[in-house]
């Protein structure tokens, strides 16, 4: 693939420490924060000034409540395997957009590519939240939930 003609330095450092290794650092440190973010309900005609009703208006898309995740994915062996199976899935999907891309002759800006993209990132969310709560789940379940098994 000619997306992957690269030398071997610029995969080990400029992929792996800077553009992953960082991205990896500051999402955490975003979700950090988010965590410990405080809300203030309030009606927006309460707010006195136009800059801060804009920013109430785009904070009403942000969640109710954000969820701290910790697999525990060495508690178990069912957990490891599960969460290897989650990430391997996870890789393999990555990996069809570039094979997309390549086999059918789709352009590396068409519009396809985007929409695949979103669909996944949106049933990914909810799937991997369901996985969470069926694996932390104490009681016994036989059946994952329903956006898991579409996913």
């Given at each position: 693939?000619?997306?992957?003609?690269?030398c071997w330095w610029d995969h080990w450092i400029l992929?792996?420490?800077?553009?992953?290794?960082?991205?990896?650092?500051?999402?955490?440190?975003?979700?950090?924060?988010?965590?410990?973010?405080?809300?203030?309900?309030?009606?927006?005609?309460?707010?006195?000034?136009?800059?801060?009703?804009?920013?109430?208006?785009?904070?009403?898309?942000?969640?109710?409540?954000?969820?701290?995740?910790?697999?525990?994915?060495?508690?178990?062996?069912?957990?490891?395997?599960?969460?290897?199976?989650?990430?391997?899935?996870?890789?393999?999907?990555?990996?069809?957009?570039?094979?997309?891309?390549?086999?059918?002759?789709?352009?590396?800006?068409?519009?396809?590519?985007?929409?695949?993209?979103?669909?996944?990132?949106?049933?990914?969310a909810c799937a991997i939240s369901e996985m969470y709560?069926?694996?932390?789940?104490?009681?016994?379940?036989?059946?994952?939930?329903?956006?898991?098994?579409?996913?």
């Open positions: 693939l000619p997306n992957f003609g690269e992929d792996f420490l800077l553009c992953n290794g960082l991205g990896i650092y500051l999402g955490i440190k975003t979700c950090e924060y988010l965590s410990m973010k405080t809300y203030h309900w309030r009606g927006l005609w309460k707010i006195p000034t136009f800059k801060g009703k804009l920013k109430r208006a785009a904070e009403q898309f942000t969640p109710y409540s954000w969820e701290q995740f910790k697999w525990g994915y060495t508690e178990s062996f069912t957990k490891f395997i599960s969460v290897a199976a989650l990430i391997t899935f996870w890789m393999l999907q990555e990996l069809n957009v570039f094979y997309l891309k390549t086999i059918l002759w789709v352009p590396p800006h068409h519009s396809l590519n985007a929409y695949r993209e979103l669909i996944y990132a949106v049933c990914g709560h069926f694996l932390q789940s104490k009681y016994v379940v036989s059946v994952f939930g329903n956006i898991l098994y579409k996913c």
